[in-house]
């Protein structure tokens, strides 16, 4: 299969979907005459019109505020924040409207909306500019919450994410816009909701998502040189939590480790680990094990960043701890 | 000059928005609708001469004051009542309530809990209609008190830097809630603010159903020609509380009383008979007409049922 980009996936997706749909358009910062800061959407206002896609001023809340207008006025619109730190600007948008309107007006209508939010630490961007929110709203009912980790998945998430009728909360980590995978050409949809165990194993389930994935199956690959099996689950959809896919694993293995990038307090980690010691606990034989960000804002140094993010070392520990 | 049907069906919605709202002061006094309710009595102009403008194709975004808006725009007094009621047969099945009513059919896309939330809404709908060429156009209603949020600003400037058929109207009823204008901004005309962002600023007397007409027909008419949003403030007041059961600590009576010299019924009433559009006789059956519906609206809501505890889980992922 032919290799493209993280960030090439993620244009193919659009691209595909706004030749599909022409309700479909794109909105945000810097995006058409300057193609994305990640080079994301280089090339499809050529193919589509600055009228399709759209350089909008620094203006969170009319951004995420306009979605959910056209969307109630019959589009599916995309709109790219930025940095998933910019989305805090437009939170009465995400939580108190787009999410409830909905349900609030009996079913009356859906609110067909994807906010793309480019995610996580890298190169020093300080504190303002590197974190991970999706934990935030996983405790919003109404939104959906994806998260790919690799370049396939970047296309057919985000084709599902437009396809939609439901608000879709995508977040892309800045560190995957370049790297490369196979991608299916042409209509290929990962389907919501959908967990996939990406390196089966016997001793241990490792759930990540996200970059931090990477870093998971670094740490399985170095645990299986000391005879531990581990099986690594990329979620890819946080809301809806696939549970058949994670307790599956669990039942098999019986120890639980997550490892995620954002901070380990209230993270998706914390959700998960309730919902197998909820609901499963019969099968652990040992504690649940969370990995992630230290309780602090994300350091500029780059002597510090490093320290203060999960690392394949952390992970192999909380394995070890676990067993 | 003007249709005298199109007069009679802006003294019937004012009429109908009038009696609907009074009805609604006893049934919450009642005890019979939960929750909490913001009434719209004594501004009952703006909506019915903003909505005269408009078709069933365009759109408006309301408020938590939102009645008078939905009944202006066509929305159903009895699905309207029984959502009130928190019934089954309710706009929103009795899980949206007085603050979310919404009839998106006819561009009704809701009241809203949150101050100025509509004014981030607005611009979208605009925007739909200019990518798709339609002729549709928005109306933004937004109190004095709204003028003040973020969204005022991000809306306003969005659909005035992109041309949007979007027409603002700022329903200046003197309050933000408990607090005075003179106390929350430092400008008397919210119309001023409207140079700040490159579009025409309006100011009219909220109070008279004609001069809102009017004012709101020339703005459409600009949106529509695709020359951008227009900002419009009524000067208008609130009869009854922020809501019911607010103790008004913050105005006195003599303000009231003044206002509701103001009446824009009666004012209304007595320019359509100076014009010999409509007799006393004509306005009186029309109350009596009025008066019918919203009893058997509130019928309606009384027989509907509650909704069963399993729609308590729908209409939230697909």
Known sequence: MREITFAEATMEAMAEEMERDERVFIMGEDIARQGGIFGQFKGLPQKFGFERVIDTPISETAIVGACVGAALAGMRPVADMHFVDFITVAMDEVVNQMAKIRYMFGGQCTVPVVLRAPDGAARSAAAQHSQCLESWFVHVPGLKVVIPSNPADAKGLLKSAIRSDDPVLYFEHKDLFRMKGPVPEGEFLVPIGKAKVVREGTDVTIVSYSATLHKALKAAEALAHEGIQAEVIDLRSIVPLDKETLFASVKKTGYLVIAHESTKNGGVGSEVAAVVAEEIIEYLDGPIKRVGAKFVPIPFSPALEPLMLPQVEDIIAAVKESL | ?318
């Open chain 2, 1 to 318: 000059m003007h249709d005298k049907d199109k007069l009679v069906w802006m003294y019937r919605k004012m009429v109908e928005i009038r009696t609907f709202e009074s009805k609604v002061t006893e049934l919450f006094a009642a005890g019979k609708i939960p929750g909490f309710v913001h009434l719209y009595i004594g501004e009952e102009a703006v909506a019915v001469g903003a909505c005269a403008n408009l078709k069933d194709s365009d759109f408006i975004t309301s408020t938590h004051r939102g009645h008078g808006h939905c009944i202006a725009k066509g929305g159903k007094m009895d699905l309207m009542m029984a959502e009130l009621f928190a019934k089954e047969t309710g706009y929103c099945k009795g899980k949206g309530g007085s603050m979310h009513i919404a009839d998106v059919e006819i561009g009704i896309l809701g009241a809203n809990g949150i101050v100025g939330g509509g004014l981030g809404i607005a611009p979208g709908a605009g925007l739909s209609a200019k990518m798709r060429g339609t002729d549709q156009v928005t109306v933004c209603f937004f109190g004095d008190g709204a003028s003040n949020q973020t969204t005022f600003h991000e809306g306003i400037n969005m659909a005035s830097a992109w041309k949007l058929p979007v027409i603002f109207i700022c329903e200046n009823n003197q309050y933000g809630i408990s607090l005075h204008q003179s106390k929350h901004q430092n400008i008397t005309d919210v119309a001023d603010r409207a140079a700040a962002y490159g579009i025409p600023g309006v100011v009219v007397d909220g109070n008279d159903v004609m001069a809102v007409y009017e004012a709101v027909g020339e703005a459409v008419k600009r949106a529509r020609a695709g020359e951008g949003p227009t900002l419009i403030e009524c000067k208008t007041y609130r009869w009854r509380g922020h809501f019911e059961g607010d103790p008004q600590v913050y105005r006195t009576q003599e303000e009231i009383k003044e206002w509701q010299a103001k009446d824009p019924i009666p004012r209304f009433e007595a320019l359509l008979a100076d014009m010999g559009v409509m007799t006393a006789e004509e306005a009186e059956a029309i109350r009596k007409e009025v008066a019918a519906e919203v009893e058997a609206a509130i019928e309606f809501a009384e027989k509907s049922p509650e909704p069963a505890p399993e729609a308590a889980l729908e209409d939230l992922y697909v």
